[in-house]
């Protein structure tokens, strides 16, 4: 994906100063402070509200829906964009929980970097591996940040031992920590030679910064107690001799990682993590599409759909497509047509997102990521374009690992159910399946936890009380091949048949025996566990 092209023309300086960048982890590492801090550096929220902390006045921004504010985790991805230094960040928070990976997958399409945040307690755990799995197919450039190493954490070495191990990629340090757990004071930090010390009386505080010249430098005898001095000074002289030093074309290229010490919840770390985003992160990169790439610094305005949000304000039934611009200047009225259907759309109200606070976007460049309210004409993997009919390609749709069949409890009510579920279909929240045979519809999700976000969902939003039931299918695939070899499969496998959202022939399957089965007695036929979402 990263064009290395030596004589690629500069970007302009509008759309050069703008970094997008996603923030992936396992559950819990720590992702939704760590994007709290970073909001609070932006200036862009007065006072950082902890995932777990008291009252309203403490809610974090980036969850908005009722049930992550009730569970405290993150559901859904969300989309931030504010000014840091001299930068325009535009952040996108996603789901670590692997029930809501597919959300996951389809945001890092939209972005030109991503921030893993690991657990200096747990180092790389199973999710962390998937989703850096996934930026590796991209080859998107990863930035690190081992958090929480205010409380008892692995030792340094084993932790940059672990990553270049499991995720195969070379491990820079950025920072080096001095002490762990209680112990812990602060970073040595390793690319400008300074101090950095922690307080840990106000959690919102930013660090305090220490010039040094060197580790030869008296100074730090007066700061760092003489216990963890003897350490620090002996593991940074083994790091810069057994580690690699930062190469910035090797980072872009996916190839190398640097990595910060921090506690986000502490405010510790983040600062120097944006500065090293700012520095080594990636500006906007060129887009893959059909029949050509798209460069960010063309001038007519080209830009994609990766998330759907419905419901976002309830009050208002709306529903926001959330739009990477690929290239160009948008600004606000301006007409797009819609590659898709072949139509203008002339965008009137495009908004700009710190999670669910919206403002009218005037104007926004290459890079940036604006959510555009519609009535269901946008879909996820739909392009807009100055009349040019290009596609984006690359933005995935799984086959779902778990089915259920769906029955609204008032059986009057089986219209405003099919409404509702087609709704979350567009929005990629779940697969729903027509079966040809009866009534009634199976939902396919990813993870259990997703049934449980529908029906509440569809309470809340719709008012409708539904409830999932066993399905006798356990997994479902799509079916592409010659019409006439697909019509005699569909009259021969009636029962097992359904279409999807799209109108696509999907095969609903009981038994691994059931597919392998199809594909030796119908060998034109194509099933696969992926569809590329784009007309």
Same mark, same amino acid.
């Given at each position: ?339 898709? $259907?072949?139509?203008? /759309?002339?965008?009137?109200? %495009? #908004?700009? &997102?710190? +999670? =669910?606070?919206?403002?009218? !976007? ?93 029906? $509440?969902?569809?309470? /809340?939003?719709?008012?409708? %009380? #539904?409830? &999932?039931? +066993? =399905?006798?299918?356990?997994? !479902? ?59």
């Amino acid at each position: 994906m990263l064009d290395t092209v030596p004589n690629r023309p500069d970007l302009p300086a509008e759309i050069a100063r703008r970094r997008t960048f996603a923030i992936i982890s396992h559950p819990d590492a720590g992702k939704t402070t760590l994007t709290e801090k970073f909001l609070l550096y932006g200036g862009a929220i007065q006072m950082a509200g902890q995932v777990r902390a008291k009252g309203e006045a403490r809610r974090t921004r980036s969850d908005f829906m009722q049930m992550e504010k009730d569970r405290g985790i993150s559901v859904s991805a969300s989309a931030m964009s504010f000014d840091y230094a001299n930068y325009r960040f535009n952040l996108v928070d996603t789901p670590g929980h692997s029930d809501f990976s597919e959300d996951t997958y389809r945001t890092l399409t939209a972005v030109d970097a991503a921030v893993m945040v690991i657990d200096g307690a747990k180092g790389v755990e199973s999710q962390t591996q998937k989703l850096f799995e996934v930026c590796r197919l991209r080859d998107l450039p990863i930035l690190t940040f081992c958090n929480k190493m205010d409380r008892e954490s692995r030792d340094t070495f084993e932790i940059i031992d672990e990553i270049q191990q499991n995720l195969a990629i070379d491990v820079t340090p950025a920072s080096w920590p001095i002490g762990v757990g209680r112990d812990f004071i602060g970073c040595y930090d390793m690319l400008r030679d300074r101090l950095e010390l922690m307080d840990r009386a106000d959690r919102n505080k930013i660090a305090e910064s220490i010039e040094i010249n060197g580790l030869d430098d008296p100074k730090l005898a007066e700061h760092v107690p003489e216990h963890l001095l003897g350490k620090l000074l002996e593991e940074v002289e083994m790091a810069r001799e057994l580690l690699p030093t930062l190469d910035p074309q090797s980072v872009l290229e996916g190839h190398m990682t640097p990595i910060w010490f921090g506690s986000a919840i502490n405010s510790f770390g983040v600062k120097e993590l944006m500065d090293g985003i700012s520095t080594y992160g990636p500006e906007p990169q060129p887009q893959t599409a059909q029949p050509r790439q798209i460069a960010p610094d063309e001038k007519k305005v080209a830009g994609f759909v990766f998330k759907v949000q419905a419901n976002m304000d309830p009050k208002h039934r709306d529903r926001v497509a959330f739009v990477r611009l690929a290239s160009g200047h948008f600004k606000r009225g301006m007409k797009l047509t819609h590659v898709r $259907s072949k139509k203008p /759309m002339a965008i009137s109200n %495009p #908004v700009l &997102f710190l +999670a =669910s606070d919206r403002e009218l !976007a005037e104007e926004a460049w290459a890079g940036d990521i604006i959510g555009i309210p519609n009535h269901g004409q946008l879909r996820i993997g739909d392009t807009l374009t100055e009349g040019e009919a290009l596609r984006v390609s690359g933005i995935p749709s799984f086959a779902p690992e778990l089915l259920q069949g769906v029955r609204a409890g008032d059986p009057m009510k089986a219209k405003h159910l099919e409404k509702a579920l087609m709704q979350f279909a567009e929005e990629g929240a779940a697969k729903v399946f027509k079966p040809s045979i009866g009534s009634g519809f199976i939902v396919g999700v990813v993870g259990q936890l997703q049934f449980e976000v529908l029906a $509440s969902r569809i309470e /809340m939003e719709y008012g409708l %009380p #539904v409830r &999932f039931e +066993a =399905s006798q299918f356990t997994s !479902a695939r799509w079916v592409s091949g010659d019409k006439t070899a697909l019509d005699k499969f569909i009259n021969t496998n009636k029962q097992h048949i359904a279409h999807d959202h799209d109108g696509d022939v999907v095969y609903l399957t009981r038994l691994q025996w059931d597919i392998d089965r199809v594909e030796r007695d119908y060998p034109d036929l194509k099933l696969t566990a992926t569809k590329e979402m784009m007309v």
